[in-house]
């Protein structure tokens, strides 16, 4: 990706929003970039709530192993079918639109979920719920991105990714609530239905305030120029960094994207009918912040805890505190993402993850099985694969995790900004479920040492990708976006 020659500190008239007597208070714009986090909250939520429901679903459905599994990542079909078509769509309809589509989709789904009666109905709301996170996941950063002054961009955009660890750190308290009370998450509760049930329908309260709050906040100023509704465009501007600065925005903008078509897939390609390069990079970033194995230690990090000494009851709340953990790591990326920049955090926490995950291989190489199959390590083995791993999550809480969203969300030039979310969303959910899939063919066939090996490598590689491919977009205005 290349810039215009405004270097990277040069702030755009975005970055004054607040400051001329005639703009509106920046308030206004963390206002509507917080109603668009809501969505990366339900995404969080909607990808951690089943955790607790699992024995529910087993139980109720009378599935086996398979069948379960398949209930479980079912969703992550529908993301990857999500997030493909959201930037597609939204380039037709508008940013605000498909945000709104998402939200009700969350709605059905929560409900669905926790109504279905049969392993195929589940599977239904699931995907459809997966449809709604695939499209949250790409259109909520694309949306912030496209109202924020460039100075504070990378900030607000980050704060999604607090949203989503939030979303999953409110699920999991949630679960463990219910359960609680109810005395387990297949027991009965309120209004005579199981507590596994109502684990789905928590979710609706906050995906109707999504739905209800994303009536209040205007249209993306640029999907209205790309739409040819400059009046409206302008309107909008004007909220977002005052009268004086609409004309010069309007132009700025007019002149990033074509003038004889809208966008369509067939502009992520050159003049020669190539991929164009700036699409291959956001398709390596979002498949290199799955191929770490983030969700590997997410979804199966229980048998990290178990290795060293605990219970199967201490999980949920270790959970909760690596959930706090991520937070703290976002909160440093927060304070540092407009400062120093997307590209030394992105290559710092691919340095770490290389070191940490090498750590967790290690540790690994001296693992045994005991009579029952249970993993065994020495306590100074178990020790470091605990802190090594905790110390992971943190490196990609504070790097690839917001910062991947952040890029892919501003690094697009207007023109191809749809489609090549489309694209990325698609690679990155496409890479999540293999992932998912494969760790436990892995574990089976080369153990946990291969695996985390495996992971190693792709964080090696990410840092050579880092520092040849990845440009930097700090302080850029999006117009000066190019491809």
């Not at 495996?454 to 117009?479: M, Q, R």
Request: proline share 3%; aromatic share 12%; net charge neutral.
């Amino acid at each position: 990706m290349q810039a215009t020659e405004t270097t990277p500190d040069t702030p755009g008239p975005g970055a004054l929003a607040g400051s001329h007597p005639d703009a509106p208070p920046l308030a206004f714009i963390i206002l509507i970039c917080g109603v668009a986090t809501i969505g990366g909250f339900l995404f969080g939520f909607d990808s951690g709530v089943i955790n607790g429901t699992v024995t529910g679903l087993q139980q109720a459905f009378n599935s086996d192993t398979a069948g379960t599994g398949f209930n479980v990542a079912s969703m992550l079909l529908g993301c990857a079918v999500g997030a493909f078509f959201a930037g597609r769509l939204a380039d037709r309809w508008g940013r605000k639109k498909l945000l709104l589509l998402s939200a009700l989709f969350f709605i059905v789904s929560a409900w669905g979920s926790g109504v279905a009666t049969g392993s195929a109905e589940f599977v239904f709301y699931r995907i459809l719920g997966g449809l709604a996170v695939g499209a949250a996941s790409v259109m909520s950063p694309a949306y912030i991105s496209e109202v924020a002054p460039a100075a504070m961009r990378g900030r607000l955009i980050t704060i999604n990714q607090i949203a989503i660890i939030s979303g999953l750190f409110c699920a999991f308290v949630s679960n463990y609530w219910l359960a609680q009370v109810a005395g387990s998450a297949v027991n009965d509760w309120w209004m005579g239905h199981s507590a596994w049930r109502w684990m789905f329908w928590v979710e609706i309260a906050p995906a109707t305030l999504f739905f209800v709050a994303l009536l209040l906040i205007p249209e993306s100023p640029r999907f209205l120029v790309l739409s040819r509704q400059d009046d409206k465009a302008g309107e909008v501007l004007g909220r977002l960094y005052g009268a004086d600065a609409v004309r010069g925005k309007l132009a700025d903008i007019r002149k990033s994207v074509a003038d004889d078509h809208s966008p369509r897939m067939r502009d992520l390609l050159d003049k020669l009918g190539r991929v164009r390069k700036i699409v291959w990079v956001g398709i390596g970033l979002a498949t290199f912040q799955q191929l770490v194995g983030i969700n590997v230690v997410f979804y199966y990090g229980a048998v990290l805890w178990q290795a060293v000494g605990f219970s199967e009851a201490d999980a949920l709340l270790i959970n909760i505190i690596s959930g706090a953990v991520s937070i703290g790591a976002c909160l440093v990326t927060i304070a540092l993402i407009d400062k120093i920049g997307r590209k030394p955090l992105l290559l710092v926490g691919s340095i770490g993850m290389a070191i940490t995950l090498g750590l967790v291989a290690y540790a690994f190489t001296s693992a045994s099985m005991d009579a029952d199959g249970n993993l065994q390590l020495s306590q100074n083995m178990g020790l470091l694969a605990l802190v090594a791993a905790n110390a992971y999550v943190f490196f990609f809480n504070g790097s690839w995790g917001p910062a991947m969203w952040t890029m892919l969300g501003e690094m697009f030039p207007n023109q191809i900004r749809g489609s090549g979310l489309a694209v990325s969303g698609l690679a990155q959910w496409g890479a999540n479920f293999g992932i998912t899939m494969t760790f436990p063919i892995m574990l089976a066939g080369i153990g946990l040492a291969g695996a985390y090996g495996i992971y190693t490598l792709f964080a090696i590689l990410s840092i050579a990708f880092v520092i040849y491919l990845v440009h930097e977009t700090k302080g850029l205005e999006l117009e000066q976006m190019k491809g």
